[in-house]
């Protein structure tokens, strides 16, 4: 994922290439216009130039080349234009789109990558595990508890303590 950062570099970039673009849209429209008034210029005067005569076998002349010149530049113009606004444009606004939900977008993954099943207490509490014993630790423990309850004698608690003790 993107940092903050990379995304504003991003953003900056696309919008410096989508300006960059389409300046260069409106000179080719420019041109276009230019090309366009001359063509009229010279089909009202009846002026045209036949051009390369001995090369080619078809009659090129200048209002045909003008035309040709013109048709380009304004296809140009439309393309830049068209790439300007729909692939630069639209990067620089997702990034901008990205940054803003740059928080929530962070704080949503947080809940979902660390979500408990529902009905889990959000405070879990801990308590020790309690004493730990020997090996015959826990019977002696139980038997004392036997001996408290009155369900065996003094001298059964201390035999049973001998016994285990071996």
């Known amino acids: 994922m993107y940092t903050k950062q990379q995304l504003e570099q991003i953003r900056a970039k696309a919008l410096k290439v989508e300006k960059i673009l389409f300046i260069i849209s409106m000179v080719c429209f420019g041109v276009a216009t230019a090309l366009f008034a001359t063509f009229i210029a010279l089909y009202v005067s009846k002026i045209d130039v036949l051009l390369i005569p001995d090369l080619l076998t078809l009659e090129y002349t200048l209002q045909n080349l003008l035309a ?99």
């Open 68 to 166: 040709d010149l013109m048709s380009t530049f304004v296809t140009a113009g439309i393309v830049l234009i068209i790439l300007s606004k729909v692939v630069f444009r639209r990067r620089a606004v997702m990034a901008k789109i990205m940054i803003e939900k740059m928080d929530a977008t962070r704080d949503f993954q947080a809940r979902s990558w660390n979500s408990k099943p529902s009905g889990t207490p959000d405070i879990v509490d801990v308590k020790p595990a309690g004493p730990t014993y020997g090996k015959y630790e826990g019977i002696i423990h139980e038997y004392e508890k036997l001996y408290e309850q009155g369900l065996i004698t003094k001298e059964d608690l201390e035999n049973k303590k001998k016994e285990l003790a071996q």
